[in-house]
């Protein structure tokens, strides 16, 4: 039998190195520097803090970590040098590995610094689909922007991507980020040379613009230009251009027309919803009057929102952007409701509702009971982390769905995007089209399938 030491490392034909500690483990993977921490919560702040103690950087998917321990654990992953990424940290993108929900997407010049999971997926998705590719993907945390955190983790991968060779254009995805937080980020900004295109839903744009950065109001729109700036930025490289990158880099007019190009697609989109949702609204009761939205993701559920609550009014959810909607109960929606279903789940006692949709399941056929419900719309997340047969487990419950609707005399429409790539072992094309030949209608982006949604509602119920 041969030694440890004659042992071939794994993936050249010999057995897979196997450790029964963090030390042990990095003792065997030479070379290695980042941990990626999955444990129940009670366990997760030990976990990362001895992974730090060894030198690693750290992506925590595991929740139930207490503000004190993450402020700690990151005051000392800084004074060390090191990334820690999360508490709750549901997917990052590192040298062209889809870590955790991630999805599987080209490389190339981009790179993210998201407090969000789904925010960061749904960008670099339609990135990569654009043709354009992800230098880094980093994910900071959902508590990371708050005024008690300090958004220390989120500045520092900002200025890690600033310092970063393959990177060109950096976006920046968060709720909108307050005070000295704010001024951390526009500090690191300043610096950082290179474009910058930001996402801050419900935030100060005009504010961002002074700072030179080119501010989004949806995930989609930030991903549209960022991907128009790296075409543009390669466009403009030296062996493209007989070395007269930097003049055509200050062709404010060229850079400009980048951008307005990713506007006028956003545009036409909207006349386009506007179109579909009077003919799919003529398919319902005039007692069908509300929309559910049941996520998988924070940022789905967020931006959602957003993009409701001028067409419609208050919107009710378990992490309502207004706080006087906050549901009752969880468990019963109320008029327009949206359910972030992956509220607290990385790390957890149970799969996230990205992997296991059996929750959710259960809500479609809740809701499809309710003679008012006209509309479910919900997101569909791919990746080698998330659930591997997505139709063979949606498509069934959709069917039921639309069964008990029919069985008095109405109908329920199902609205979803689809988040991912062909490169996902799902293949993002070829659930598009099962999922419209069940009759779901399949938007390109989370806000277009909410912006559609929503302007249903609205005709449909006269508003």
Known sequence: MASETDAKPAGCGGAAASAFSLEGAVAKLSGANLAL???????AAAAADSALDNGLHVMLFSGGVSLSDETALKRKALDK??????????????????????????RGSVGIVSSSASGLQEIASIISNEGQGISQALCSGGRDMTREAGGKMFAAGLR????????????????????????????????????????????????????GIHAAATLEEAALKAAALARYQAAAAPENHDGKSLALAREANRYMMALSAAGERLRQAQTEIKRIAFDEARKLHKYQKYLRGLYS??????????????????VWSNAPVSPAFRMKDPLRSQENTAL???????????????????????????????????????????????????LEDLLPAVKRARETARCEERDILFITSVTGTAQDPQNRAAVIAGLREAGVIVMPSNAQAASLAGHIIRISGGI
Do not use: W, Y
Not at 161 to 183: F, H, M, N
Not at 298 to 304: K, M, N
Not at 345 to 373: M, N, T, V, Y
């Open 81 to 106: 040098g090191l990334l820690l990424m999360g508490p709750e940290c549901g997917a990052a993108v590192i040298n062209g590995s889809p870590l955790g929900l991630a999805n599987a997407v080209s």
């Open 160 to 211: 890690a991507l600033a310092q970063d060779e393959r990177t060109a254009v950096i976006v920046l995805v968060s709720k909108p980020p307050q005070g000295e937080v704010l001024e951390a980020v526009l500090e690191q900004a300043r610096e950082a040379a290179k474009p910058i295109v930001a996402v801050f839903p419900g935030g100060d744009a005009d504010a961002l613009e002074e700072e």
């Open 340 to 390: 972030d279903m992956g509220a607290g789940a990385p790390g957890g006692d149970k799969p996230h509702p990205a992997i296991d949709f059996s929750a959710r399941l259960r809500r479609i056929a809740e809701e499809a009971r309710d003679p008012a419900a006209a509309v479910i719309l919900f997101d569909l997340r791919l990746g080698p982390g998330a659930n591997p047969h997505p």
């Open 297 to 314: 993701g924070g940022a789905f559920c967020r931006e959602a929102q957003l993009l409701l609550e001028p067409l419609l009014g208050g």
């Open 37 to 43: 921490i999955a444990v129940p919560g009670r366990f």
